[in-house]
């Protein structure tokens, strides 16, 4: 399923019908007012989020035929959505908050306005998030646990980083417009050599969150 906003002002649930002709399939709309930049799905499928100048968001019937307006939050710098109602989001101000939509007056900050986030990305199973911050430190946050598990600085400055939709790399562009690649076995750790291993090792846990439990013991 996805959502979007037409020209006409309207907030759309959809889906692709899975046999011929594999038209769009409208499952729930409302009124909408606004341009936004920013549209998605929580990962539980039960709310809509809408960035524009503030955060908007919708909640989705229980059969998923119907979506209202839930509520609205301050605006947000950047948005990485999880597996389920909860989200992390980049503040204005410079620190990240940790969001849950069914209590959206709790949010709780994980790191101090100091480290302005300047950019984010979620991984492909939706539970490690990687920021960039002003200090041009890379950290690397479970969105479960609100837990920042990894940090590394960085010898250059980034503007902007994204998983590979496989989950297993991280490329980051540079201000000087050059493209860095991580390969996410063996470079979180600093300590290891900057070359790739020669042979492929064995086949890493499915997802970055099964990689992240075998590399620090959970």
């Known amino acids: 399923r996805f959502a979007f906003v037409t020209r006409g002002g309207h907030l759309r649930v959809c889906q692709w019908q899975e046999e011929e002709p594999y038209e769009m399939e409208v499952l729930a709309t409302c009124d909408y007012e606004g341009i936004p930049n920013y549209v998605r799905l929580t990962g539980n499928g039960r709310y809509v989020v809408v ?60 790191s101090e306005p100091v480290q302005r986030v300047t950019s984010m990305t979620i991984s492909d199973d939706s539970r490690v998030v990687a920021t960039l911050d002003a200090r041009d430190t890379m950290r690397f946050w479970l969105v479960d646990s609100d837990q920042c598990v990894l940090e590394r600085p960085l010898p250059e400055k980034l503007k902007r980083v994204r998983f590979s939709g496989n989950g297993r790399y991280l490329a980051g562009l540079s201000e000087n417009g050059s493209l860095q690649v991580w390969e996410l076995e063996w470079q979180l750790d600093p300590s290891k050599p900057v070359a790739p291993p020669a042979v492929e090792q064995e086949e890493a846990p499915k997802g970055l969150w099964g990689r992240f439990k075998e590399k620090l013991g959970f």
Do not use: Q, W
């Open 51 to 110: 960035l524009e100048d503030k955060l908007r968001y919708f909640e989705i019937s229980e059969t998923g035929d119907s979506i209202k307006p839930a509520g609205e939050l301050p605006h947000y710098a950047g948005l990485a959505l999880g597996t389920g109602s909860r989200f992390l989001a980049a503040h204005p101000d410079g620190y990240l908050e940790s969001i849950d939509l069914r209590k959206p007056k709790k949010s709780v900050p994980l």
